[in-house]
């Protein structure tokens, strides 16, 4: 299970401080989002064998703002790639949940531009003659 898995890197880590949050990414950087996962989830569906996954440990500022990320192995802070990459995941994140916003709020407005694209797409269609517009 995910929780089992982030309890056991949380005590290999010696992370003491309940507000910090862990991850794992590969060695290209690429996130897991463990911490967006359902706790009870198994987590041998999240990661896949034979491939080396860097714990991250994700801290918060006073007003609850993330940190930027901090491989928790010190060479792969050396390596301009894999922390180019994590950069690229923490602003993508940071443009998804504004701060003052939850995580439910994001997911709303990303269904909710969903819809708005497959309007338009039917509207597109519409116009081409692609479906027919329902008569009354």
């Known amino acids: 299970m995910v929780i089992n898995l982030l309890d056991y890197l949380r005590k290999t880590l010696q992370i ?4 910090a949050i862990l991850d794992l ?6 996130l897991q989002n463990l911490p967006d996962q359902h706790p009870r989830r198994n987590a041998a569906r999240l990661v896949q064998p034979k491939i080396t996954y860097i714990p991250i440990l994700i801290e918060r500022n006073e007003d609850g703002t993330p940190k930027p990320y901090t491989p928790m192995v010190k060479r792969m802070r050396k390596d301009q790639d894999f922390m180019k990459q994590l950069q690229i995941q923490y602003e993508r994140r940071e443009r998804i949940r ?3 916003r939850s995580r439910q ?5 990303r269904g909710h531009l969903s819809r708005q694209a497959n309007a338009r797409k039917s509207a ?3 116009k081409k003659g692609q479906i027919r517009k329902p008569t009354k």
């Open 98 to 100: 504004r701060p003052g």
């Open 105 to 109: 709020d994001s997911v709303k407005d």
């Open 25 to 30: 990414a590969d060695e290209d950087g690429n």
């Open 124 to 126: 597109t269609a519409l």
């Open 16 to 19: 003491t401080d309940e507000n």
